[in-house]
């Protein structure tokens, strides 16, 4: 079967609307045709500083709300990226096929370094990418599913591993990024232009909030100055951003949503809009809960899927370091 591999960082107490509407739910569609790895990436996340204590809660924060969204530890394996060394031995690789400028042209780090002073950016932070590249292509995924904010890291990664494969022989797959199409970027609801992030959680609706808070986040959402609920992300970013939210969450098109608000205030949307919200996420936070009860048997699901993840990550990194010329060591 083909493979699939995706990551999601355990930094803050809840996953938000974005991460879920771009990715997460992509991930659960995904593992009915694909051979699933799904890791939560605890290397990722100290690229900033992190309290030990801080992330190790939010680590089986991540995983829980990963199990609550739908992933199926018996048909895909779930893991935490620290627990299968191989995703950092595979990265020094690669970082010694990275140019320097090359990995100074990523537009996040571009982005995340500029909103902190100089010697408190990490060089891990500027080497992320190259960790991501290794995240993948040690399974030698097919496909990756994640946000639009990610197209240019995939691009980084199909370009080592044809740069690797070019030198050593063909040892990856080309993975490709699986991005949905509607919802690729899900905007703030404070800042309609700007992504939905939480380094920036001005308009940010998390999974795990009070969902009274959530609704009364979307209630006050940024609209604007006329009165017609119309899909046009250009002249409507924030009303465009509700609908696709709206429509996701419901599986009812765009359109269809349009013609029931035709003549209606944006306050009828958003008041139904914040419902929905509601009723999704009520019943998650209840399975959350439940699987933060049982940590035991939270870590022994991640013990297995970090198992059936080394198997396979060895195999590659075996591979890799005999191409370029390693000492096998006896
Ligand atoms: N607003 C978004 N719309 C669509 N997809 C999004 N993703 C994140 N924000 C949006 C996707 O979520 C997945 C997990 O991303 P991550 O581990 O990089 O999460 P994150 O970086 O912690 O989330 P943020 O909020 O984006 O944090 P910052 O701002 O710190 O980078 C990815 O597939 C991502 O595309």
Known sequence: RPRVLSGIQPTADSF???NYLGALREWVTLQREFDAFYCVVDLHAITVAQDPAELRRRTRVSAAQLLALGIDPDRSALFVQSHVPEHAQLSWVLECLTGF???????????????QDADHVSVGLFTYPILQAADILVYQANA??????????LELTRNLAQRFNARFGSTFTLPEPK???????????????????????????ELMEDPKRSAK????????????????????????????????????AVSELEAEYAGRGYGDLKKDLGEV??????????????YLDDPAELDKILGKGAEKARSVAAETLRSVYDRIGFLPSM
């Open 277 to 290: 919200v509601v009723e999704f996420v009520t019943p998650f936070q209840d399975q959350v809960r439940g």
């Open 101 to 115: 400028g090359e990995a100074g042209r990523m537009t996040q780090f571009k982005d995340k370094s500029t909103r």
């Open 179 to 205: 991005i949905p199409q509607e919802t690729a970027k899900i905007f703030d609801l404070q800042d309609p232009t700007a992504k939905m992030s939480k380094s920036v959680p001005a308009g940010v609706v």
């Open 217 to 252: 986040k979307i209630r006050s959402a940024v609209t604007d100055n006329e009165r017609e609920i119309r899909y046009d992300p250009e002249a409507k970013a924030g009303v465009s951003n509700l609908l696709v939210i709206y429509s996701a969450l419901t599986g009812r």
């Open 144 to 153: 990756v599913p994640v946000g639009e904010d990610q197209r240019q890291h």
């Open 16 to 18: 938000h609307l974005g």
